[in-house]
T-cell receptor, first 117, second 116 residues
Framework: AQKVTQAQTEISVVEKEDVTLDCVYE???????LFWYKQPPSGELVFLIR??????QNEISGRYSWNFQKSTSSFNFTITASQVVDSAVYFC??????????????FGRGTSLIVHP | EAGVAQSPRYKIIEKRQSVAFWCNPI?????LYWYQQILGQGPKLLIQ????????DSQLPKDRFSAERLKGVDSTLKIQPAKLEDSAVYLC??????????????FGQGTRLTVV
């Protein structure tokens, strides 16, 4: 069985603060993909990053960075110098390898980030 | 490039009524997904289409939910009859390529269903 845990339900920060969103996952698959999505108030899920399980290199994209630690089954997301526009719900997701032509992704419950001006 | 279009944005119905949602994926995207997102939870995949065929519907409550993608383009999701616990946002997503391999899903804004 797969499971994604985002223990932080809501985080509130002041603009320009750094913030880290935690994601811990469980899977029996040796190969899998991890994702982060942003869901602004408008409702759509915006893809942020995909990471293969065999690639533990950390990634930085502008103010966003991701720390993948396979040993602790974590895929944490850091926003540096947060901005009001970063306010959204952020979802971590786990996708198993394709089996029988399909796969069922598992999403965490999401972390609501509120950035105050 | 136009995104995934969904309608309606909001729907309020009484329990035991029927409701249908419509999705038009990004042009050329072969794979289409319907997700259910209950308030305070992450999205849950209901059904996945590859062109006009169902790839996986193992999490679709088939006694009341149905979905089709007859021409391999747009899709409808129907609930009949609706229950209170069906209140959720229904998200449609699409992705390129075969079976969504190594390609990302683009999501619509969803339809917020309230069953009273």
């Amino acid at each position: 069985a797969q499971k994604v845990t985002q223990a932080q339900t809501e985080i509130s920060v002041v603009e320009k603060e750094d913030v880290t969103l935690d994601c811990v996952y469980e899977t029996r698959d040796t190969t899998y993909y991890l994702f982060w999505y942003k869901q602004p108030p408008s409702g759509e899920l915006v893809f942020l990053i995909r990471r293969n399980s065999f690639d533990e290199q950390n990634e930085i994209s502008g103010r966003y960075s991701w720390n993948f630690q396979k040993s602790t089954s974590s895929f944490n997301f850091t926003i540096t110098a947060s901005q009001v526009v970063d306010s959204a719900v952020y979802f971590c997701a786990l996708r198993p390898p394709i089996s029988g032509g399909s796969y069922i992704p598992t999403f965490g419950r999401g972390t609501s980030l509120i950035v105050h001006p | 490039e136009a995104g995934v279009a969904q309608s309606p944005r909001y729907k309020i119905i009484e329990k035991r009524q029927s409701v249908a949602f419509w999705c038009n994926p990004i042009s050329g995207h072969a794979t289409l997904y319907w997700y259910q997102q209950i308030l305070g939870q992450g999205p849950k995949l209901l059904i996945q289409f590859q062109n006009n065929g169902v790839v996986d519907d193992s999490q679709l409550p088939k006694d009341r939910f149905s979905a089709e993608r007859l021409k391999g383009v747009d899709s409808t999701l129907k609930i009949q009859p609706a229950k209170l616990e069906d209140s959720a946002v229904y998200l449609c997503a699409s992705s390129q390529g075969q079976l969504g391999r190594n390609t990302e899903a683009f999501f619509g804004q969803g339809t917020r269903l309230t069953v009273v």
